[in-house]
């Protein structure tokens, strides 16, 4: 508190009594709130007039005085004797003084952005200050401050006046984040390259944002758009500052560095000229890092470097190849070749036919020099356009016919057979053909035919029309394996002194 000081207070008796009251005051100024001791002494009782603000008016020697009302106090004290019989009294001032009046105010208000200042005024002319709380202030012992909040806050100021009085008042500052911007950039990354000479579009993206400034500004179109044309000639760190609606400011920069190497490119490809339906492999020489192909529909991945191509029809191929923003255009052309146009016919007809019927396979393929037929059990290259069929087994017989032009195009077709386990006639019939009887002899593993003259040459077909033996022979007899044939009906043409004939065969 105040200064503390004694007051002695001595009352002199009357000319007959030696009876003498004082009392010990600890101070005769306070401020309200604060309280004051006395103790009186020098008779035996004691009682105290104020009975409001003292603790007690009990006949005690010490009283607590206390209040926080400001103003005078007057406080009679009457002490007794009882032997001898004696009174005296004391009367004394309290003069409780008012606790100072204090106001803050704030240059920026009470809200303000993230990162700025304001000024904190406290009522000048007391004796003291003390800020709290401490943090992000200029000082916090001076009536004037510079507080920096980071956030919101409530600062409490506490003062002292000249009698040792105490008053405080607070402020709420309402810190408002600045906005929150990125930029995107049509350079191939974010901190990516640019081709030197080309120009990137730099966009600041942010919410409520009022203004926009670009820096620095030489190497750009425009400063105070959301979105500028950046064409620097040397690696450029740029910085956009925005600001929004409520006057506060958010920043970025993206660093577009400038790429003065050129992107080498060689296309290469391995076939330029395909049938309709094959592939091509196009391979890049090139330091490039990216690429992008067009059209890439009938590319197996139009973001490799090397791909395969399968176009059907002929088309040219772009490439765009991209190192450090810096980009070269390659191209290749895949010429397409037709597909030879064939059709296939039956002379039955597509219709059944029995076990020792034939089936005439036709090919109608005007541009075709070669076919391959697939049989069941066999495949035969040809350039014939029909094959005679004679099945020995029953049932559906599918058989495929690849027609070539002379670029190697090729075109499929295929035909099904279908065997009933009918005869039209007898298989045994050893039948005569230009005068010549075949005598046939079937035995264990072997199949011997014997003519009237000398046979030259034997062949054994299936009636898949497959050749299943050729033997040459300067005998009136041949003998052929069966072993390894299966059963069925199988068709020898033989030749007898120089002219053919063709036998049936019917093996169990």
């Given amino acids: 508190m105040a200064r503390i000081s004694t007051l002695l207070v001595l009352l002199a008796l009357s000319l007959s009594s030696f009876a003498q009251l004082s009392v010990t005051l600890e101070d005769s100024t306070m401020c309200p709130g604060d309280t004051l001791w006395f103790k009186a002494s020098g008779m035996t009782l004691y009682a105290w007039s104020d009975t409001v603000n003292l603790d007690t008016a009990l006949l005690v020697d010490s009283v607590n005085f206390s209040t926080t009302t400001p103003g005078m ?53 007391l004796s003291s200050y003390m800020w709290m709380p401490t943090a992000n202030l200029s000082d916090s012992t001076d009536d004037t401050v510079i507080a920096t909040p980071t956030g ?41 390259y640019l081709c030197l000479g080309s ?119 772009t490439v765009t190849a991209t190192r450090n923003g810096c980009s070269t255009v390659g191209s290749a052309m895949i010429h397409v070749l037709p597909a030879p146009s064939m059709s296939v016919s039956q002379s039955s007809g597509g219709q059944n036919i029995c076990l020792d019927e034939t089936d ?89 035919f014997m003519a009237e003259g000398q046979i030259t040459n034997l062949r054994l077909f299936n009636l898949l029309g497959e050749e299943v033996a050729n033997l040459q022979n300067r005998d009136n007899s041949v003998v052929v394996s069966s072993s390894n044939l299966a059963s069925g009906v199988y068709v020898a043409r033989l030749v007898v002194e120089g002219q053919e004939v063709v036998k049936k065969v019917y093996l169990k």
């Fill in 360 to 448: 005439v396979i036709t090919v109608d393929c005007p541009t075709c020099v070669s076919y391959k037929w697939v049989f069941p059990n066999s495949t035969l290259t040809t350039s014939n356009t029909s094959q005679t069929v004679s099945p020995n087994i029953a049932g559906a017989i599918n058989i495929g016919i690849t027609g070539y032009d002379d670029n190697a195009c090729s075109t499929n077709e295929s035909v099904t057979v279908n065997v009933d386990s009918c005869f039209v006639g007898t298989p045994f019939s050893v039948g005569k053909f230009n005068k010549t009887d075949i005598q046939l002899f079937t035995r264990e593993g072997q199949i011997e």
């Fill in 152 to 192: 919101a806050t409530t600062y409490f100021v506490y003062v002292t006046d000249s009698n040792g009085c105490m008053g405080m008042d607070s402020i709420d500052l309402d810190v408002t984040a600045g906005p929150s911007v990125t930029i995107s950039s049509t350079t191939d990354a974010t901190n990516g």
């Fill in 73 to 125: 106090y007057t406080i009679t004290v009457l002490g007794y004797n009882v032997f001898p019989v004696d009174t005296d009294t004391v009367s004394f001032s309290i003069t409780v003084f008012d606790n100072p009046s204090v106001s803050i105010t704030s240059s920026a208000g009470n809200s303000f952005c993230v990162g700025s200042s304001t000024e904190l005024v406290a009522t000048a002319g």
């Fill in 199 to 317: 120009t990137a579009t730099l966009t600041a993206n942010a919410a409520g944002i009022a203004s926009y400034e670009w820096s620095p500004v030489g190497s750009l179109n425009d400063s105070t758009g959301m979105s500028v044309q950046a064409t620097p000639t040397t690696t450029t760190a740029y910085t956009v500052v925005v600001t929004d609606t409520n006057g506060c400011t958010g920043s970025e920069s993206i660093l577009v560095q400038v790429n003065t190497t050129a992107t080498s490119l060689t296309v290469n490809v391995e076939d330029d000229t395909i049938c309709l339906g094959a592939s091509t492999r196009i391979t890049l020489q090139t330091n490039a890092q990216t690429f992008v192909w067009t059209p890439g529909a009938t590319l197996n991945n139009p973001n490799n470097k090397d791909v395969t191509a399968t176009p059907t029809t002929t088309t040219t191929y």
